[in-house]
């Protein structure tokens, strides 16, 4: 037999900083080096590891690991590195998962806004 995956409509955002989840409730502060700051946010926060140093260069996405985020209470149950451009899914039970962008966009279209 052959099955196909059924249609689902899902929430979905594209994380490229903190703050960029409607969901973070992030605001802004200012940074001591002059420039605007995010507070750290509830679904991702920003990346920190003691074991990864922040100017190491992502294997996934070829950015600096100071520009990834975490995934703050995700399927798994350690933290998932996030990297700019992936996305943030809200699943039905409110938990998040990330997909990465390529992967995302080969299974999910944008839903045209107005209809449900």
């Known amino acids: 037999m052959k099955y196909q995956?059924?249609?689902?409509?899902?929430?979905?955002?594209?994380w490229f900083r903190n703050g960029d989840h409607p969901y973070d409730e992030s605001i802004p502060l200012d940074s001591p080096d002059g420039g605007p700051r995010?507070?750290?946010?509830?679904?991702?926060?920003?990346?920190?590891?003691?074991?990864?140093?922040?100017?190491?260069?992502?294997?996934?996405?070829?950015?600096?690991?100071?520009?990834?985020?975490?995934?703050?209470?995700?399927?798994?149950d350690e933290n998932e590195i996030v990297c700019p451009g992936d996305y943030i899914v809200?699943?039905?039970?409110?938990?998040?998962?990330?997909?990465?962008?390529?992967?995302?966009?080969?299974?999910y279209e944008p839903y045209p806004s107005g209809e449900r």
């Open 5 to 14: 995956k059924r249609p689902a409509l899902i929430e979905a955002t594209q």
């Open 38 to 76: 995010m507070t750290e946010g509830k679904i991702v926060r920003y990346f920190k590891s003691l074991n990864i140093p922040g100017n190491r260069v992502c294997r996934n996405c070829g950015n600096v690991m100071q520009k990834h985020g975490e995934l703050v209470d995700g399927l798994s």
């Open 90 to 107: 809200t699943a039905p039970n409110g938990q998040h998962y990330k997909v990465p962008a390529d992967i995302f966009e080969t299974m």
